[in-house]
Structure formats: structure tokens, C-alpha cells
Nanobody, 131 residues
Framework: QAQVAESGGGSVQAGGSLRLSCTIS??????????MGWFRQEPGKEREGVAC??????PVYYTDSVKGRFTISRDKAKSTLEMNSLNLEDTAMYYC????????????????????????WGQGTQVVVSS
């Protein structure tokens, strides 16, 4: 398990930008044993994997709706999600997650439901996009 702490989020008008940051910590020799990613969830809807990464400079995964607008990066224990051209559909609670032993696209499926013990979640940060 890792400890996960997010920051950032807030309210922005459509077309604007926000940056989310996340830092993880764990009693482990190599923190990159954890893949990192971002999920989001709207009220009444299922949690959705938005973007995830394993290694700095390595391959990354984006869900289709954010491709070309969001950029995930990672530097050791820190991950950043740059969100540009935000639209109303991006409004959600955003969660940073660390997945022990995860590959770069670990957030693309529903594994988080079946193997939850491998996932460490942050408390979430709200993003609100208004017109």
C-alpha cells in the first residue's frame, strides 16, 4: 500500500486549464514499483480511468475523451495531470491512484474493482467546469 496525496483542482470556465498534482509514498525501495494514474467520478456514475503512467518518459494511457487535451507526467513519486481545453463533461471528482506492480495502462479497465487491494487512492479533488 502507498499513501497518496493530491492537490490542485478547483473551478474553471469551459476552455480553461487546471493542473492536478499527486505525491505517493511507500515503504519500498523503488517507488516506481507503483504505477500512477488518475480516475474521475461523477455523482451516480462509475469511476473512470482518465490517464495513467508507469515510468517517466514511458508510454502513457489516456481515455478517448481526454486525448489531445490532458497530459500526464511522472517524476519518481510525483505525478501531474495537466488539463487543457476543459469542458463541462470534465466536471468530476478526480482521484490519484497508485497501483502496485501496475503497467502503464492499468487504469484502462475495471481491474480496480476486482483487485482493489493493489490500489491506493487519494482523497479526491473536485474539478468543476462551468459555461
Amino acid at each position: 500500500q502507498a499513501q497518496v496525496a493530491e492537490s490542485g483542482g478547483g473551478s474553471v470556465q469551459a476552455g480553461g486549464s487546471l493542473r492536478l498534482s499527486c505525491t505517493i509514498s511507500a515503504k519500498i525501495r523503488d517507488i516506481t514499483d507503483f504505477a500512477m494514474g488518475w480516475f474521475r467520478q461523477e455523482p451516480g456514475k462509475e469511476r473512470e480511468g482518465v490517464a495513467c503512467i508507469r515510468f517517466r518518459g514511458g508510454p502513457v494511457y489516456y481515455t478517448d475523451s481526454v486525448k489531445g487535451r490532458f497530459t500526464i507526467s511522472r517524476d519518481k513519486a510525483k505525478s501531474t495531470l495537466e488539463m487543457n481545453s476543459l469542458n463541462l463533461e470534465d466536471t468530476a471528482m478526480y482521484y490519484c491512484v497508485a497501483r502496485h506492480g501496475g503497467v502503464y495502462d492499468f487504469c484502462s479497465g475495471s481491474e480496480w474493482r476486482d483487485r482493489g487491494r493493489l490500489y491506493s487512492w487519494g482523497q479526491g479533488t473536485q474539478v468543476v467546469v462551468s459555461s
